[in-house]
């Protein structure tokens, strides 16, 4: 039975990932600090043998006894609301967090899986990204912490590989969406979601022509697993290569939720990225991998579980516009 640690077990993606480990036949131990996590989203699981929850900050020593197989080091905060709240705390777990995971992977000799991110390209001068391109940050700016906190992890990371041999993984993630996001992510389908469900208007930044390829989370998941099964050392995109506006999504979510909202435009925020699609010719060719939800089919799956989940926080989000 292979025994995994998942750092940021409890977010989002981690929960997911969790949740197919342990469908695989790993051993769990979920590791979180619930700065941005929620036991909501590992709750399911408490009752399960093979699956441990351990309260921790990754930037501190970590300890795990007995042998380790995997590591995937999914911990930071990642939305646009985080990057102004917990610039530091993502730097930290992008510096500090990395380094530590590195270290408990050198020392059980795990492999280690580092989850990085399309914001690595910045706001990117090459259209579509493929992973040889070195991006375009900004390191002064608002996005600069994750951007360079994902940077860095990645270099971190390399370096472990060429210094001490240790086996890893890196997966540059696009942006991803699903089941158990926080509803005050500050990006941009839970955003709409919850305006959509509560007849607000819709806030499209600038005219709303910016681009993004939404990937739905079980697609990035087996993205994700089968990288981590693989012999490939190198950084990986997993992500769709649909590309859709901002408006595209915004008309999209209004349609599937039923709803009669407004679209309204708002300031430009500095440095957003004006387009961001990846180049998949790595994940397809090494991976065997493809995007298979469609953005109409998981965003009716992500607004019902919206409706089904969140019907508090989602009249509060109403009233709190009145």
């Not at 309204?264 to 994940?283: F, G, H």
Request: aromatic share 6%; charged share 20%; net charge negative.
């Amino acid at each position: 039975m292979p025994r995994t640690l998942v750092t940021g077990g409890a977010g989002f993606v981690g929960s997911h990932l969790c949740d197919r480990l342990l469908a695989e036949g790993h051993e769990v131990i979920c590791m979180d600090n619930l700065i941005t996590g929620r036991m909501e989203n590992i709750q399911h699981l408490q009752g399960e043998p093979r699956f441990k929850f351990i309260h921790h900050n990754v930037t501190e020593y970590i300890h795990i006894a007995g042998p380790l197989d995997y590591i995937l080091h999914l911990a930071s905060p990642a939305s646009p609301t985080d990057f102004a709240t917990l610039p530091i705390q993502i730097l930290k777990v992008g510096s500090l967090g990395t380094h530590k995971a590195l270290g408990v992977a050198r020392e059980k000799k795990a492999r280690m899986l580092l989850a990085s991110t399309s914001e690595v390209y910045g706001d990117p001068l090459i259209h579509p990204q493929p992973e040889t391109y070195w991006g375009n940050v900004n390191p002064i700016g608002p996005r600069g912490v994750y951007d360079e906190a994902k940077r860095f992890a990645e270099a971190m990371t390399m370096a472990y590989q060429r210094i001490h041999q240790v086996d890893v993984r890196i997966v540059r993630i696009f942006n991803t969406y699903g089941p158990r996001m926080r509803l005050d992510d500050g990006r941009v389908v839970p955003t709409f979601i919850g305006q959509a469900l509560t007849g607000q208007p819709l806030t499209v930044f600038g005219d709303g022509s910016q681009s993004r390829s939404l990937t739905f989370v079980s697609d990035l998941v087996e993205g994700i697993y089968r990288l981590l099964l693989s012999d490939f050392g190198e950084p990986v995109n997993i992500g769709s290569d649909r590309e859709l506006t901002i408006r595209e999504i915004a008309e999209l979510i209004i349609q599937l939720t039923g709803g009669q909202s407004e679209i309204v435009s708002r300031e430009l925020p500095k440095d957003d990225p004006k387009q961001r699609k990846p180049d998949l010719t790595r994940a397809r060719s090494i991976l065997h991998w493809n995007p298979t939800i469609s953005a109409e089919e998981g965003l009716a799956r992500t607004i019902e579980w919206f409706k089904q989940r969140h019907p508090n926080e989602l009249q509060l989000a109403g009233a709190s516009q009145e």
